[in-house]
């Protein structure tokens, strides 16, 4: 990806998607996570943090891009990967969103890649520093548990990869074989039921 197309996408993503974590956060967030989750210390963190956003495009683009999350899925943090930790494992810092303005370690949901004593580790992770090191990517957190073994945050990682499409990082660690499915129960998603791509235009 070029510079300019880059900083495009940035804004791009940042034009988007931040809306959708608005009105997420209005409409649905505030509601059903509040209660679901209202009993975890941990879930306090994400409520503090949402606050109401501005809206700042088109009625046109934020229905068209809700109607996709609303089925699809949900962004609830925006932010830079600064650091691949290995091919599951990441580093991220929020701009966004959940923890704005913090530093927290990602646990990509749902999905195995070798650990570093195993054979294909640094063929993992490299491949992931390569399609998200940083990158700004939305993260979709798990909305049941949060946090999973060693405080890591257990999310989806979405990486727009074109001005109408953004690309689901677990699916595509699995379909590249970099990654095996390991469908945790404990946490809301399903990955047998993701998409590689979602079009966003
Ligand atoms: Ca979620
Ligand atoms: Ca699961």
Request: some cysteine; aromatic content about 10%; hydrophobic content about 35%.
């Amino acid at each position: 990806m070029s510079g300019s197309s880059f900083k495009k996408n940035a804004f791009i993503v940042i034009g988007a998607i931040v809306i959708i974590i608005g009105v997420r956060y209005v409409s649905n967030f505030n509601t059903s996570i509040d209660t679901t989750l209202s009993s975890a210390d941990q879930a306090t963190t994400i409520i503090s943090d949402s606050q109401p956003r501005t809206i700042t495009t088109s009625s046109t683009t934020l229905s068209t891009s809700l109607q996709i999350r609303e089925k699809q899925f949900s962004i609830e943090c925006i932010g830079i990967v600064i650091e691949v930790i290995d091919g599951d494992t990441i580093e991220v810092e929020s701009t966004e969103g959940f923890k704005a303005g913090e530093t927290f370690t990602v646990r990509l949901a749902d999905i195995d890649t070798p650990e570093r004593y195993e054979s294909g580790f640094s063929t993992s992770k490299s491949a992931l520093y390569e399609r998200i090191y940083g990158e700004i990517i939305g993260l979709d957190i798990d909305n049941q548990s949060i946090y999973g073994t060693y405080g890591r945050v257990i999310a989806v990682v979405y990486l727009q990869i074109d001005d109408s499409t953004v690309m689901n990082v677990n699916k595509w660690l699995v379909d590249t074989r970099y990654a095996r499915i390991n469908d945790f129960d404990t946490n809301e998603f399903n990955p047998y039921t993701w998409q590689l791509l979602y079009d966003i235009s």
